[in-house]
Every structure is written in structure tokens, then in C-alpha cells.
């Protein structure tokens, strides 16, 4: 037979409803990670990390970014502050987005506690 959609589908869409969380920005080293991880196979920074550990490519990266002068980190950062701000907004819209999605569900939930199928502790 096939699967009942009733509670499923009731908790997917309170699901659907609630704000999702803004991930948090990349830090500039993180950028500059990933930055190295999209260059071709042949780039020299790209050479070191082959065949290495997780780990180990961290570690190689930290050792690159130590000794790189602002200059070269100039872009990480900018990048960085122009992805924290856009998460700083998107974050207080889904702070503001959280309190409706919450009262919301509070006004939902109270409206439907009289038709709960388990027995209510009153007589």
C-alpha cells in the first residue's frame, strides 16, 4: 500500500517554512584555499598538494599564507569583507524571519492542540 502522506507532508512544509540559517563566510585563508583547490594540475601550488593528505594540504597552505605579504592577501580580504557583509545582512533578515516563522508555528500549533489524536490529560 502506499506510504500515508499526512504527517510527513504537514511536518515538510513547517520544514519548508522555517528560515534557513546563512552559512557562515569563508575567512580569507579559506578563500585563498579554495582559490588554490580551482587551479589547474599544473600551477606550482597546485603541484605540492598532490597526493597529499587533507591534512597535510592544510598544513602546506598555512605555510604558503604565513609568508605571503598583505599584497597578495589583499584580494582574500576584500573578498571576505564583502561576503561578511552580505551574511551580516541575510543574517538579521533571517533573525527577523525566524521570530514570525516561530510565532507562526506557536499560533499553528495552539490552533490545531484541540485535534491531537493522543489523549489529552483533561476530562
Keep these: 500500500s502506499p506510504p500515508r502522506p499526512s504527517p510527513a507532508s504537514k511536518e515538510a512544509i513547517t ?21 588554490v583547490q580551482r587551479q589547474p ?28 605579504s598583505d599584497h597578495e592577501k589583499k584580494r582574500y580580504n576584500e573578498e571576505h569583507r564583502v561576503l561578511h557583509a552580505k551574511y551580516f545582512r541575510a543574517f538579521t533578515q533571517y533573525q527577523k524571519d525566524l521570530v514570525k516563522f516561530r510565532q507562526r508555528r506557536e499560533h499553528h500549533h495552539h490552533h490545531h492542540q484541540q485535534s491531537s489524536p493522543l489523549p489529552s490529560s483533561t476530562p
Excluded at 563566510?25 to 584555499?33: N, R
Excluded at 594540475?41 to 605571503?68: A, D, F, G, Y
Design 15 to 35: 520544514k519548508q517554512e522555517e528560515p534557513r540559517k546563512p552559512k557562515n563566510p569563508k575567512s580569507s585563508f579559506g578563500l585563498f584555499c579554495a582559490h
Design 41 to 68: 594540475i599544473h600551477t606550482k601550488m597546485k603541484k605540492l598538494l598532490v597526493n597529499k593528505s587533507p591534512e597535510e594540504c592544510i598544513q602546506i597552505l598555512r605555510q604558503k599564507w604565513r609568508t605571503m
